[in-house]
């Protein structure tokens, strides 16, 4: 049996590990211990077992080799391999375990959840990757050409299949809108910090304000947004639109995105959610825009991801906002059904089938397992 130890702090990691831990612990093959931090220790609760669930009592847990829990979790369950989440752009569990894991001796696998993207922030980077798609291997092996890279889909978006994105949209929106009004999704991002992000906010609402059209904005803040950006956010909003703007009130982000008839953000993976959504419906019903103006806010990106364009935008999967004063064109171009249409062909064209995923990643941590058994006997 393979001991692993598992960690987790962003959102998106945890959405991935709640369909992943069940099914490796129903294997019988695995013996798991999972390292959280909130919000993701909130969401796993309910799919992993209490006596092998620890939560990290701080957000700011140091990355100090000899911290005496993190050598404690080590020494007690003496696990055979790591898998961490990818989390940023600051630094948390995740960052503390790859780095203990290198300087240990420990083979560490680490989830990717966006093309190319890994945190440096510890100075230690996973040994293995399990990346989406080609792309993103190609991607990560020009930046990164010592880790091994293993394509095997979106393990988050497994049970997208099973969710029907039109009804949703007809069951929720009535009561939410006006039938002529067009629903705005702002999804917010936890880098108040990041020079070019406020900024952008200010730059949709002052472009929203000239918009001729009826529309209702929904702000949905992300898990790890603080209070004060949230309220920073909120009251901006408020003050611009005062009734039109409100706070999402849906728990499940696949009810939050149907609803919507553009879903904006700066960069946030919502976006790409969004996508998976419109490509397993019959038709497309939205279109996903990203906010990619600022230039502090792109060179930032840039220097963090070491790439020059979002791949998304590359491969023109979704719009996006190249100038503040394109901005509302840009989403009368979304609210377009050729629009949608041709967005809608190229999802279905490029999108990696996530059904297999859990399989390719379970069937590579034990082949791995099962050669270094050997090698040492």
Known sequence: MMKLLITARDPATALSFEK????????????????CQEPAFQMLQPFVP???????????FALVLEDAFLRNQFESFQPDAVLTGISGPDTGI????????????????????FWGDMNQASGALPDTAFVMDDEAIRITQERYPDIENVAIGSIK???????????????????????????????????????????TIEALT????????????LYRPHPKETPELQEKTLSLFTEAFGDRVSL?????????????????????????????????????????????????????????????????????????????????????QGLLEETRQILWHKAKAHLPNPQASIGIMMEKLLSDFEKSKRAFG
């Not at 069940?22 to 999972?34: A, D, H, I, M």
């Not at 049970?159 to 009561?175: F, H, I, Q």
């Not at 939410?176 to 910090?193: A, N």
């Open 20 to 35: 992943l831990i069940p099914e490796l612990l129903e294997s019988g093959r695995f013996e798991l211990r999972v390292l």
């Open 50 to 60: 209490a006596d092998k669930l620890y939560a990290i009592p701080k957000d700011e």
């Open 94 to 113: 995740d960052e503390a375990v790859l780095h203990y894991a290198a300087t240990h001796d420990i083979h560490s696998y680490a989830l990717q959840s």
């Open 157 to 199: 978006h497994i049970d997208y299949r099973a969710y029907d994105p039109l009804k949703a949209r007809a069951e929720k929106r009535p009561g939410l809108v006006e039938s002529d009004e067009v629903v705005l999704g702002f999804y917010g991002q936890p880098i108040l910090e990041i020079a070019g992000y406020f900024e």
């Open 206 to 217: 002052r472009q929203l304000s000239n918009w001729p059209r009826p529309f209702k904005l």
């Open 248 to 332: 999402d009130p849906f728990l499940d982000i696949k009810d939050s995105l149907v609803v919507c008839d553009l879903v904006l953000s700066a960069f946030s993976t919502c976006c790409f959610d969004n996508l998976y959504l419109n490509e397993m419906a019959h038709r497309p019903f939205n279109a996903s825009v990203y906010l990619w103006f600022e230039p502090e806010l792109i060179r930032w990106w840039q220097e963090y991801s070491h790439l020059k364009e979002l791949p998304l935008i590359s491969e023109e999967l979704l719009l996006s906002v190249d100038k503040e004063e394109e901005m509302l064109t840009v989403l009368e």
